[in-house]
T-cell receptor, first 118, second 112 residues
Framework: AQTVTQSQPEMSVQEAETVTLSCTYD???????LFWYKQPPSRQMILVIR??????QNATENRFSVNFQKAAKSFSLKISDSQLGDAAMYFC???????????????FGEGTQLTVNP | KAGVTQTPRYLIKTRGQQVTLSCSPI?????VSWYQQTPGQGLQFLFE???????NKGNFPGRFSGRQFSNSRSEMNVSTLELGDSALYLC???????????FGPGTRLTVT
């Protein structure tokens, strides 16, 4: 079974600064996807960024980027130029690959509560 | 394009009762997954339905069940409610293949 671990229950950052959230995972599969989801106080889960395991290039989405270290099974999220609206719970998640027939099951980490200080 | 909708948004039930939660996926999405979120256990996968068939199931007792209709709408049912069933229940829909999952706003269930 796959496991996802987020070792930082809470993090804080000053507005406009950069912060990195850590995530490690364990799997014996070679085909999989990794995600970072954001859950603000509204509880709406929002996809921030995704990474396909077969891609060596790290994914980026505007101010959000990842550092994907496949051999180390590490998947960290870097938020640049932090904004007050970035304050939320961030979850790292894993999904098996397999294409059309693969399931949608996500395995989540425990979450990291990010506070952005003005 | 409308997002994933869940009804009701809030629900209060008594121990021993049963409850049915509903999820309407994004148009064109055939896969619907359900998750339970609690402070103690975090986010846990309940089950997934694809084309009206349960494709995957998490480690939950048989009191938790679900189904999917031909229009891809899904319902989950919890019978004989226990206090520990109090949680935020999230539904997510996905098109097919490598498509992204999109989450609904959740249903907050309180069992008293």
């Amino acid at each position: 079974a796959q496991t996802v671990t987020q070792s930082q229950p809470e993090m804080s950052v000053q507005e406009a600064e950069t912060v990195t959230l850590s995530c490690t995972y364990d799997t014996s599969e070679s085909d999989y996807y990794l995600f970072w989801y954001k859950q603000p106080p509204s509880r709406q889960m929002i996809l921030v960024i995704r990474q396909e395991a077969y891609k060596q290039q790290n994914a980026t989405e505007n101010r959000f980027s990842v550092n994907f270290q496949k051999a180390a099974k590490s998947f960290s999220l870097k938020i640049s130029d932090s904004q007050l609206g970035d304050a939320a719970m961030y979850f790292c998640a894993y999904r098996s690959g397999g294409g059309e027939t693969s399931g949608s099951r996500l395995t989540f980490g425990e979450g990291t509560q990010l506070t952005v200080n003005p | 394009k409308a997002g994933v909708t869940q009804t009701p948004r809030y629900l209060i039930k008594t121990r021993g009762q049963q409850v049915t939660l509903s999820c309407s996926p994004i148009s064109g999405h055939r896969s619907v997954s359900w998750y339970q979120q609690t402070p103690g256990q975090g986010l846990q996968f309940l089950f997934e339905y694809f084309s009206e068939t349960q494709r995957n199931k998490g480690n939950f007792p048989g009191r938790f069940s679900g189904r999917q209709f031909s229009n891809s709408r899904s319902e989950m049912n919890v019978s004989t409610l226990e206090l520990g069933d109090s949680a935020l229940y999230l539904c997510a829909s996905r098109k097919t293949g490598v498509g992204e999952q999109y989450f609904g706003p959740g249903t907050r269930l309180t069992v008293t």
